[in-house]
């Protein structure tokens, strides 16, 4: 039998394809892993803050909709952990994006923490935060 952990490092394959979906205008594999029931929330990269699962998955839509086909996506997980029905994981999530109205792809680095509970036999997302990376600089 699996632990939490080896269970949710499994999971989080789907999580990175969802994101990778995302980032390409596609919500579907990102609602399916996402929680429909409240408590929900996301703190945006812009420094809103979505409160309700009706409306985090609401924004996430809207959200997708900015997205172009093309996009490329990974995480660069820092930790990660599960234990008792609850995960987490903190990194970067690293992309190039194509959004709609721009010719140029644009490079998009965010500093991500995300919280998943167990709901019946599966993980959902609950909490997002991310927000933009300070440009990685040599002093």
């Known amino acids: 039998m699996k632990t939490d952990l080896q269970d949710f490092e499994d999971f989080m394959k789907r999580r990175e394809e969802a994101s990778r979906a995302f980032v390409n205008g596609d919500i579907g594999p990102l609602d399916r892993i996402a929680t429909h029931v409240s408590p929900a929330t996301i703190f945006g990269p812009k420094g809103d803050c979505v409160a309700g699962a009706e409306e985090v998955n609401a924004a996430n839509e809207s959200s997708a909709r900015l997205f172009e086909p093309g996009s490329e996506n990974s995480f660069e997980i820092l930790h990660m952990s ?11 999530q690293r992309s190039t994006v194509r959004m709609k109205g721009k010719m140029e792809p644009i490079p998009m680095d965010l500093r991500v923490t995300e919280v ?19 440009s990685e600089s040599k002093a």
């Not at 599960?82 to 970067?92: E, Q, R, V």
């Not at 998943?116 to 300070?134: G, N, Q, V, Y």
């Open 116 to 134: 998943f509970r167990r709901e019946s036999d599966e993980w959902k997302l609950i909490h997002r935060h991310a927000d933009p990376l300070k």
């Open 82 to 92: 599960a234990s008792d029905g609850i995960a987490y994981w903190a990194g970067i």
